[in-house]
């Protein structure tokens, strides 16, 4: 046996910015030709009906449920199962397509960043599962979905993507966009599961434990995101009136999601010099809030939360967009820059923003200035979002419990996510 040389692996040539995307056709390459050489086999191909693939997925999710506030949320467990739910009632026929198009191969199985050894001699992928037909015998779809979602992990989104590309020319195979994310978020959340196991067996040193503690985190929320919205970074963007529940809602998403929260109030006063919980009692529509410090402020939260996604990472903005114009702001950018964009309304009656504008000011803290003296002007000038009809647009009663708000945006997100044909590019 010889041993591989450690400083060609996959992972640490990427860390050191020594990979280019023709090493990624050279890998997409090697692994078509072995898919396509072999050939059909009954057999293989039995593996790839759709009720083998629900067990396994669902024996994954059931062993998560041990870790449910250790390493991954209820709420995010809960709607990466309700994903698969809908994935199998609508989509179980993408499946039996796979059995007959002969896309069920004997594959790797395990194909990780660092079971791939680029060496100037030649590729080396190694250490494929061996022990057991059922985690071998898979949709090619799965096998190079693992490296794409590692590839995602790792902060490597755009190699992902040509890799995928250079795979699906190379079978040909243009039906394995239709069910990449299904395999990302299952390689994901089977990823966190197997860290979640390792962290807490007792013979794990406190350093490794903490480290499996943090990366099961990590690949469950990746798991999640998945679920919610595929591959592409997205813009998630909050409107409502002042008290109705924006930014709890938006900081809840952004814990589950791990992305970043961009807040009108915080920006505006950023801008301005001031600290986010400086108070500011300007009279409507004057001082830090006239309308042209307003329209800059707007602009720019545009312009950040647009670059963040264009990064590579999802993002929140925080605000109340109430003028149809912000909204078509957001909108035109998105539509620009080919990002996919979620508006989520928040609602409460009246009498409950009045309580809860009553209290914020009683307590202070908060970075809003929303206060009861101008909710009656700003309920009277707030533009309803009826254009967003057609669009990505929810609605949350805010009246309810912020984990009963959470789960209801994620299935709402959910069923969005699996109404709609993803293109991965």
């Known amino acids: 046996m010889k041993e591989l040389p450690r400083e060609y692996f996959l992972k640490t040539l990427l860390s050191e910015s020594k990979v280019s995307k023709n090493d990624f056709n050279?890998?997409?390459?090697?692994?078509?030709?072995?898919?396509?050489?072999?050939?059909?086999?009954?057999?293989?191909?039995?593996?790839?009906?759709?009720?083998?693939?629900?067990?396994?997925?669902?024996?994954?999710?059931?062993?998560?449920?041990?870790?449910?506030?250790?390493?991954?949320?209820?709420p995010a467990l809960s709607a990466v199962e309700f994903y698969n739910d809908r994935f199998f009632e609508i989509k179980s026929g993408l499946f039996r397509d796979r059995m007959e198009g002969n896309f069920i191969k004997d594959c790797h199985g395990d194909l990780h960043l660092e079971h791939i050894n680029i060496r100037p001699e030649g590729i080396n992928i190694y250490d494929c599962i061996e022990f057991n037909e059922r985690f071998r015998y898979i949709d090619i779809a799965s096998d190079t979905a693992f490296l794409a979602m590692d590839l995602d992990y790792n902060g490597y989104g755009g190699f992902a993507r040509h890799f995928i590309s250079r795979v699906s020319e190379l079978m040909p195979d243009k039906g394995i966009y239709r069910l990449l994310d299904f395999y990302k978020c299952y390689r994901a959340l089977v990823r966190g599961k197997v860290l979640s196991i390792k962290a807490y067996e007792p013979e794990v040193p406190d350093s490794i434990r903490e480290q499996a503690l943090q990366n099961a985190k990590r690949y469950y929320k990746l798991a999640l995101t998945y679920a919610l919205l595929g591959s592409r970074p997205s813009l998630l963007v909050t409107c409502g009136s002042i008290g109705t529940g924006k930014s709890t809602l938006a900081n809840n998403v952004s814990n589950e999601l791990s992305c970043q929260v961009i807040s009108s109030d915080a920006l505006r006063k950023e801008k301005a010099g001031s600290e986010p919980v400086d108070r500011h009692y300007d009279a409507y529509e004057s001082g830090l809030y006239s309308k042209e410090i307003t329209e800059d402020t707007y602009a720019e939260l545009a312009l950040r939360g647009i670059q963040i996604v264009n990064s590579g990472e999802c993002a929140v903005l925080d605000a109340s967009f109430s003028k149809q114009k912000w909204r078509e702001l957001i909108k035109c950018s998105a539509t620009k820059h080919n990002i996919p964009v979620y508006f989520i309304q928040t609602l409460a009656p009246i009498s409950v923003v009045r309580e809860r504008l009553l209290q914020r000011e009683l307590m202070g803290g908060s970075v809003s200035d929303g206060r009861l003296e101008i909710l009656d002007r700003f309920t009277?000038?707030?533009?309803?979002?009826?254009?967003?009809?057609?669009?990505?647009?929810?609605?949350?009663?805010?009246?309810?419990?912020?984990?009963?708000?959470?789960?209801?945006?994620?299935?709402?997100?959910?069923?969005?996510?699996?109404?709609?044909?993803?293109?991965?590019?």
């Open 26 to 74: 050279d890998i997409a390459l090697k692994l078509t030709r072995f898919y396509n050489s072999q050939s059909p086999d009954p057999r293989v191909c039995a593996y790839g009906d759709p009720e083998n693939i629900k067990r396994d997925v669902y024996e994954s999710i059931s062993l998560s449920r041990d870790f449910t506030g250790k390493t991954v949320s209820d």
């Open 380 to 425: 009277r000038d707030f533009e309803e979002p009826r254009e967003l009809v057609g669009w990505n647009l929810i609605k949350v009663d805010t009246t309810k419990s912020e984990q009963e708000q959470i789960m209801y945006l994620f299935k709402r997100l959910v069923h969005i996510n699996t109404e709609t044909e993803h293109e991965f590019g």
